[in-house]
């Protein structure tokens, strides 16, 4: 991760949605004679961003908590009255698959807007058959029919609803629905490429999410954990040893989670807007990961309750000055990394021939500007195999925060 490759004066030629040749202007527009030519001015260009790690449909926002954690709540009391996820999925399942597709446009709209050219969407708050199987059509629409790439995971394993919290022979009974007949259904509709669950005591236990993990993995879908998210549980270890596609979160992993990623091709997925948004001041142990041989990814885990943002940038930024990443890594975390974490790594995530032609226009001169200006939208242009994504701003003046680093050619 030390060795992001950033060129200079540099041109790409895309055809057929992938990308054909890297090299000088010149070079490429001989190669190239009668190609349609995008001027950048300057601008970087990036891979399109990989944001491997969100929850992207649901109803309404969940500003009210926000507020009780300031008040000293914290997010798993919050769960434990009735709020938290439970609210969302409450909220969630009262709504239609057409309203749920209708809001779900505008925020992976303004998602693209950040460069994000592939996305990850986790179902996960309607937790009955109907509901979830409503979240998995939801996201099948968006995939088809949105410009960006979205990847779908099934969550049925994101809480157990209050209605399964009566005793322990009720929650094994929920445990039993999401393998024996939730799963099959999510399987047959061929929608969801990963299955994940929240593996944190309080919700589903190390065992439980062994079974459920295993049951998906003999169904055909890769796997993915939220684990080791506030307390440490052996999450991380066990994601290792099913040879999960990513374990996920990670702020409260112990040292043999450290080690077991560090030895497995389980990339690890830190979110650290999750953790500012919640207050925590803990953060994942990025460079005790990255040290130890890991691969480490950012996402923004976008949601109505822990990380209602959809600027993937700002985990950037975040991942230089609180997870101490450098440049490279913040880079590499966001787009070859993200794109291992879906199963994606040879398609998406990289300027190199043979790619698809996911790209992703920033409007500043030096590629440090992009963690530097935090908060902005510094977006000007994306595109998914070759299409508009996030469409060209032209008119937009690309370079007026830092009128220094104008390049001259
Ligand atoms: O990744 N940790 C579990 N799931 C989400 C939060 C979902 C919610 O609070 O609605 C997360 O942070
Ligand atoms: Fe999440």
Redesign the pocket.
């Known amino acids: 991760m030390r060795d992001a490759g950033i060129l200079r004066n540099t041109a790409v030629a895309v055809s057929k949605g992938r990308i054909a040749m890297i090299g000088a202007a010149n070079d490429l527009k001989n190669a190239y004679s009668n190609a349609e030519v995008i001027d950048c001015r300057g601008g970087v260009l990036t891979p399109g961003l990989v944001d491997s ?1 969100t ?1 992207a449909v ?1 109803g309404k926002p ?1 500003f009210e908590e926000h507020e009780q954690r300031a008040d000293g709540l914290d ?1 798993m009391e919050i ?1 434990k009255r009735g709020g ?2 439970h609210a ?1 999925v409450r909220d969630f399942r009262q709504r239609t698959e057409d309203e749920l597709y209708t809001l779900a446009i505008p925020r992976i709209t303004e998602l693209a807007s950040y460069g994000t050219t592939t996305l990850e969407v986790k179902s ?2 309607g937790l009955s058959i109907e509901d979830e199987l409503k979240a998995m059509r939801v996201i099948g629409r968006l995939a088809e029919r949105q410009p960006v790439r979205i990847v779908a995971t099934w969550l049925g394993a ?1 809480e157990i609803p209050h209605e399964y919290r009566t005793s322990e022979a009720r929650r094994a009974e929920f445990i039993d629905l999401l393998i024996d007949a939730m799963l099959p259904r999510v399987v047959e509709q061929d929608i969801a490429r990963f299955a994940d669950v ?1 593996c ?1 005591p309080g ?1 589903f236990t190390i065992d439980e999410t062994q079974r459920i993990l295993e049951a998906s993995r003999d169904a055909g879908l890769g796997i993915k954990l ?1 684990a080791d ?1 506030l307390k440490p549980c052996g999450g991380a270890e066990l994601a290792a040893s099913l040879g999960a596609v990513s374990a ?2 990670l702020a409260a992993i112990s040292q043999s989670g450290i080690e077991a990623l560090a030895k497995s091709d389980t990339v690890a997925t830190l ?1 650290p807007g ?1 953790m500012l948004f919640l207050g925590k001041t803990r953060q994942a142990p990025a460079r005790a990961l990255i040290d130890a041989g890991a691969a480490v990814a950012l996402a923004s ?1 976008f ?5 209602p943002t959809v600027n993937f940038p700002l985990m950037l930024t975040l991942g230089v000055s609180q997870l101490h990443m450098s440049l490279a890594e913040v880079l590499i975390a966001a787009t070859v990394n993200g794109a291992a974490a879906l199963g994606l790594a040879g398609e998406t995530g990289q300027i190199a021939p043979g790619f698809a032609a996911d790209l992703a226009l920033f409007g500043i001169g030096d590629v440090r500007e992009l963690p530097y200006w935090y908060g902005a939208r510094l977006c000007v242009g994306s595109w998914k195999a070759g299409a508009p994504c996030h469409p060209y701003e032209t008119g937009s003046n690309l370079h007026h925060r830092s009128p220094e680093v104008v390049p001259t050619g």
């Open positions: 790690h929850h649901f969940r997010y769960a938290g996820i969302s996960g708050y994101h929240f944190e919700v939220h998210e996920d979160h979110l999750t885990d949601n109505p309750g822990t990380s």
